[in-house]
């Protein structure tokens, strides 16, 4: 699973420092940076928290690869042998 996000990109474009971001939404600076990193996946209510910031919808924050998962997993019940 893959999941990318746009903290440093939009910090930047709202001239926001790290620190001020993790103190608005109730963090260390450590945790942006470990987020902004791909280190560290939020909790689904940091999610939200960090989405209200910058007034937009976590799935523009926070972008899930589905094609690698799909590659990766079968449905429940299928088998990875051919016919």
């Known amino acids: 699973m893959t999941i990318t996000n746009r903290l440093r990109e939009l910090r930047a474009k709202y001239r926001m420092s790290q620190e001020e971001l993790a103190r608005r939404v109730g963090v260390t600076r450590q945790t942006i940076i470990a987020i902004e990193n791909g280190k560290y996946l939020p909790s689904l ?27 990766t997993n079968t449905a429940p019940g299928s088998s990875n042998q051919g016919s």
């Open 45 to 71: 209510k940091l999610a939200f928290k960090i989405a209200r910031v910058f007034g937009m919808k976590i799935e523009d924050i926070f972008i899930y690869n589905e094609e690698e998962d799909c590659n």
